[in-house]
């Protein structure tokens, strides 16, 4: 049944000053001076009016505009009597557009009528001669309840959008990822800290991101940190951040990222290479949920699930003095182990046509597929730089193939087993590459340790990993 309550007050004519889309109604009677008397009674207060004379032009309309609220009578020329016509005309238009909201209107008003075209999806009911400031009511409240469901609607598609865009694609289907999905799915919801160990390259980041993006702290901040690429002399403000006049450069106030990550959750990468007089400080944060910035004596407590990745033995390190036990304890709740590469070569097809679909779209590139050569020379490396390597091998593919459909030349990997090449044929960046790989397969993937035989900071040997794809 229709109701005559009053909604809260709505300042139509401000919202169609707001933007170039005032609210549409559209009003479908048979007789003019109806029109006419609607049109003046609604202009004024900031809608737009169309104005049809007949049930096959309100058709039309719906079908070709979109509406705020439609005004129907229920009998026209053919039948004035039953609303027979009217109610067609509204279970079309109910057919066409579901989320519109229809107001009927007949000068035959009877309980049944308005029973019917309630149970038909007309969301109100007026009889004529109206009174204005019902109709009005009327008008406003659906008006205003259609407005507030389609933002609804916009933001959920936003929501939407930002939580695809914001979480990254999990590949795992190989059997030896099973136990880190199991482990994920049921990790993920807690607050539990989160070791994740496994070579270079294997996708630590991306699991970490995936924790974060299936807990209760999803709407709030990820921040990742290369711990291992920090400068001793920079790792307090960075982390915890400083106050003006600290040190030299201290110009200003500088936030710390477990201020930034406060509520959320923070992801501090090579862990194992934080120095060991950093990492008391690290400790305590941790185990208090407090810390100071630099050149600051006043505590701030903070809120963060920690997330901690590396490719070092951290047990070891531990026996060696290098790590602290106590920080391990509590960055190891729950450790997540990844495999190489080489070890769930299942992975390798769908690793690789997600590489080449995104990068085919980034560079505007026609690349279809893979040719079947070039997934055999895919399945048959050893991939020592893992799912990183992997996806530089095909970012280059993409920008080199020529055709269709990558083939072997395209990856640029070379035989399986070369033998050693003559230096002078190569680029200095094709020996540096080597040179790299080398030296951490010497150490045995530790970054510090190479860095130092290199005669590189821990940062610059970050940069040129990096830059290679290891």
């Not at 200003?252 to 509520?263: H, M, N, V």
């Not at 920690?306 to 709740?333: H, Y």
Request: proline share 5%; net charge negative; hydrophobic share 40%.
């Amino acid at each position: 049944m229709p109701t005559s309550a009053k909604s809260p007050e709505l300042n139509l004519a401000a919202l169609a000053k707001r933007g170039p889309n005032p609210p549409q109604i559209l009003v479908a009677d048979d007789q003019q001076h109806i029109l006419d008397a609607i049109e003046l009674l609604l202009k004024p207060q900031g809608y737009k009016v169309n104005a049809v004379p007949s049930p096959v032009l309100a058709r039309e309309a719906v079908v070709t505009t979109s509406y705020d609220a439609v005004l129907i009578d229920l009998n026209y020329t053919r039948d004035t009597t039953s609303g027979q016509e009217g109610l067609d005309l509204l279970s079309e238009i109910v057919a066409l557009d579901g989320t519109v909201p229809v107001i009927v209107m007949t000068a035959w008003g009877n309980v049944e009528l308005a029973v019917e075209a309630m149970r038909r999806g007309a969301r109100d009911f007026i009889q004529k001669p109206w009174e204005n400031e019902r109709l009005l009511s009327i008008v406003r409240t659906q008006v205003e309840l259609h407005r507030a469901l389609q933002n609804a609607e916009r933001l959920a598609a936003e929501n939407r959008l930002l939580s695809a865009e914001g979480r990254p694609e999990f590949i795992a289907t190989a059997p030896s990822m099973t136990p880190v999905l199991e482990t994920i799915t049921r990790i993920a919801p807690s607050d539990a800290n989160v070791l994740i160990s496994g070579e270079h390259g294997t996708g630590k980041e991306v699991v970490a991101r995936t924790l974060h993006a299936l807990s209760l702290r999803a709407s709030r901040a990820f921040v990742p940190v290369n711990t291992g690429a920090l400068a001793e002399g920079v790792f307090e403000s960075e982390l915890f951040g400083h106050v003006k006049g600290a040190f030299t450069d201290a110009r200003a106030d500088r936030i710390g990222r477990f201020e930034l990550a406060d509520g959320g959750s923070i992801f501090l990468d090579e862990i194992g290479n934080v120095p060991v007089r950093q990492q008391a400080k690290l400790l305590r944060v941790i185990e208090s949920g407090e810390m100071e910035r630099v050149g600051s004596s006043r505590s701030k407590r903070v809120d963060v699930r920690v997330i901690s990745a590396t490719n070092a033995d951290l047990q070891a390190a531990c026996g060696a003095g290098q790590f602290r036990e106590d920080l391990l304890f509590r960055l190891n709740t729950v450790e997540i182990h990844l495999p190489p590469l080489r070890d769930r070569r299942e992975d390798i097809p769908t690793l690789a046509m997600h590489f080449l679909a995104h990068y085919a779209a980034r560079y505007r590139r026609p690349v279809r597929s893979l040719d079947a050569s070039a997934l055999q020379t895919l399945m048959q490396h050893s991939w020592p730089g893992n799912v990183r390597e992997l996806e530089h091998t095909m970012e280059r593919a993409v920008l080199m193939c020529r055709t269709e459909y990558l083939q072997p030349a395209d990856l640029g990997l070379g035989a399986q087993h070369p033998v050693s090449p003559n230096l002078e044929e190569l680029s200095l960046e094709t020996v540096e590459s080597i040179l790299i790989r080398k030296t951490l397969q010497r150490f045995q993937g530790n970054v510090s340790q190479a860095a130092e035989a290199l005669g590189l900071s821990r940062g610059a040997l970050y940069r040129r990993m990096e830059k290679h794809g290891l």
